[in-house]
């Protein structure tokens, strides 16, 4: 069956601008979450929406970031004013919660 | 807070020894360790996991060990080829059934 899917697969955004980046996780898992990585790091958390609960935002770093999740399928996460630190690859996952998460390929974002 | 730490965060290995990787978790609370493979350029996926109930899982030539007690599980690679070469992350669940990850371990295989 179709995994995550992640959209754009590249961003390259002005400093300043508002970028919007897309995940459709895989048909019935009720858990999403959205991770950093910059090059050659970690997986730095950001946000975690799980069925309808309220999401769990403590991971994201200021508030220009903001992420949505709409009828419990799609979310989008928003990054207002980019600035150059917010360069790095975006990764959706979703899953169940305490079993596997499967990752998207990621949106790699570039602000010049 | 929770945290998950991780070590060593390189390991070289000749190809055809083994390779160990170990991460300590400090919530007691915990039940639930994942291991992820994420090769250059690709999203990490999973390659095994283990729950509290369990003190040992192999999977070919990975197995996994936990130590409650200790609060400590490792990743134990046999026989490593080249197609080990990766990095690979640990992670612990919590409270609200999240993952907290460790920093990730570069393993290289040298042929």
């Known amino acids: 069956g179709a995994g995550v899917s992640q959209s754009p697969s590249n961003k390259v955004t002005e400093k300043g601008k508002d970028v919007e980046l897309r995940c459709d996780p895989i048909?019935?898992?009720?858990?999403l979450y959205w991770y950093r990585q910059s090059l050659g790091q970690g997986l730095e958390f950001l946000i975690y929406f799980q069925g309808n609960s309220a999401p769990d935002k403590s991971g994201l770093p200021s508030d220009r970031f903001s992420a949505e999740r709409t009828g419990g399928s799609v979310s989008t996460l928003t990054i207002q004013r980019t600035q150059q630190e917010d360069s790095a690859v975006y990764l959706c996952?979703?899953?169940?919660?305490?079993?596997?998460?499967?990752f998207g390929p990621g949106t790699r974002l570039t602000v010049t | 807070g929770e945290n998950v730490e991780q070590h060593p965060s390189t390991l070289s290995v000749q190809e055809g020894d083994s390779a160990v990787i170990k991460c300590t978790y400090s919530?007691?609370?915990?039940?639930?360790f994942p291991w992820y493979k994420q090769e250059l350029g690709k999203r990490p996926q999973l390659i095994i996991d283990i729950r509290s109930n369990v003190g040992e899982k192999k999977d070919q030539r990975i197995a996994v060990t936990l130590n409650k007690t200790a609060k400590h599980f490792s990743l134990h690679i046999t026989e490593t080829q080249p197609e080990d070469s990766a990095v690979y992350f640990c992670a612990a669940d919590y409270s609200n059934y999240q993952l907290i990850w460790g920093a990730g371990t570069k393993l290289i295989i040298k042929p």
């Open positions: 919530d007691s609370a915990s039940n639930y």
């Open positions: 996952a979703s899953g169940q919660p305490t079993y596997e998460q499967y």
């Open positions: 048909s019935g898992h009720t858990a």
